[in-house]
Nanobody, 115 residues
Framework: QVQVVESGGGLVQPGGSLRLSCAAS????????MGWYRQAPGKQRELVAS???????TYVDSVKGRFTISRDNARNTVYLQMNSLKPEDTAVYYC?????????WGQGTQVTVSS
């Protein structure tokens, strides 16, 4: 059974930084894609950043230039470095691991940007 576990959320002031981590385990296979999504209260879940094997990372426009996604393939781990955080970045952030169409989600980690 694949498990996806996120960590690294918290409370940060506007302009601050946080780094989220996500590890996928429970299978010998490597996910072909891993990504970060977020869901703010009253809003739909949206894709924030994704990383596919052999491809360039993609970002939603609102985080371009501020967030960076990176992967450690040896550890089936993906990171999201978030800089210059804004109050509108406040949301629950979810990690997703995609094994050729079989998708697994983490439990989510809260990110709150507030002074």
């Amino acid at each position: 059974q694949v498990q996806v576990v996120e960590s690294g959320g918290g409370l940060v002031q506007p302009g601050g930084s946080l780094r989220l981590s996500c590890a996928a385990s429970g299978t010998i296979f490597r996910p072909n894609a891993m990504g970060w999504y977020r869901q703010a209260p009253g809003k739909q879940r949206e894709l924030v950043a994704s990383s596919t094997s052999g491809g360039s990372p993609t970002y939603v426009d609102s985080v371009k230039g501020r967030f960076t996604i990176s992967r450690d393939n040896a550890r089936n781990t993906v990171y999201l470095q978030m800089n210059s955080l804004k109050p509108e970045d406040t949301a629950v952030y979810y990690c997703n691991a995609d094994y050729h169409g079989s998708r697994y989600w983490g439990q989510g980690t809260q990110v709150t940007v507030s002074s």
